[in-house]
């Protein structure tokens, strides 16, 4: 990657960011090693952080559970499902992985999606949903997780889906005061460029979480694309653009 990057003139730093700070016509960037780079426009592709449920035991995260409904529980095919999460991406998470497991659980914390259309769409393919919360869990020796709710229910899951995981990193937007969506997400135009024109992001969520991957490659590739063009014609022109 390193040789492909540097035919096209391309530095690359193996650097920490601690901070940014915008100005009228540049942008700095502050980094362990290299302090104080200074660039015309900035592109964040900074993606997410994993917030876990205070009762997930140690170890467990990224071997016997996940927040994604395809690599991982592909490779978990045949195995017994729990899908625990607060409301409809929680019964999203479900659908997409049920056709995976042998048997599958979801436990939801809001009664009203616990009886809503998703809810149903499960029911019919043999997927119990419950409207119940984990209160205690800890590891099988066997593999996998043990669950204790908060209606007395105690579930084994060889496989454990966790919704609501996966949340914007949002230091650099709001170092940066960037106007954000109601998920967290910095603000953009089609092209990527946020409410501060030096800044573009890539990688922002319009719906399902799952976008944070797939399309964080095509909408870098885009704002790259959108800051030559910026940088060629000035910025005013991509306000026609929008």
């Not at 497991?101 to 009886?115: H, N």
């Amino acid at each position: 990657m390193e040789q492909d990057a540097g035919r096209y003139g391309v530095t690359l730093l193996w650097d920490e960011v601690t901070s940014v700070r915008a100005y009228e016509d540049h942008v700095v960037v502050e980094g362990g090693a290299n302090p104080g780079l200074r660039c015309r426009r900035l592109l964040l592709a900074t993606g997410r952080v994993d917030v876990l449920p205070a009762w997930l035991p140690d170890g467990v995260w990224g071997r016997s559970a996940f927040d994604c409904p395809y690599c991982h529980t592909y490779e978990r095919s045949g195995s017994t499902f729990v899908c625990v999460g607060t409301g409809d991406e929680t019964l999203k998470l479900a659908a997409l992985s049920r056709q995976f497991a042998k048997r599958m659980t979801v436990l939801v914390g809001d009664p009203s999606a616990s009886r809503g259309r998703l809810a149903g769409l499960l029911s019919r393919h043999d997927v119990e949903v419950l409207c119940d919360e984990v209160v205690r869990a800890s590891a099988d020796p066997a593999g996998g997780v043990i669950l204790e709710t908060a209606h007395g229910r105690t579930l084994s899951a060889d496989t454990l889906l966790l919704g609501d995981v996966a949340r914007p990193y949002r230091k650099f937007a709001e170092d940066l005061d960037l106007e954000l969506s109601a998920d967290g997400f910095p603000e953009t135009s089609l092209y990527g460029m946020t409410s501060n024109p030096l800044v573009y992001s890539a990688g922002n969520v319009e719906g399902s979480p799952y976008f944070m991957w797939t399309g964080a490659a095509s909408s870098g590739i885009n704002a790259a694309r959108a800051i030559c063009e910026d940088l060629a014609f000035a910025s005013e022109l991509l306000d026609d653009w929008e």
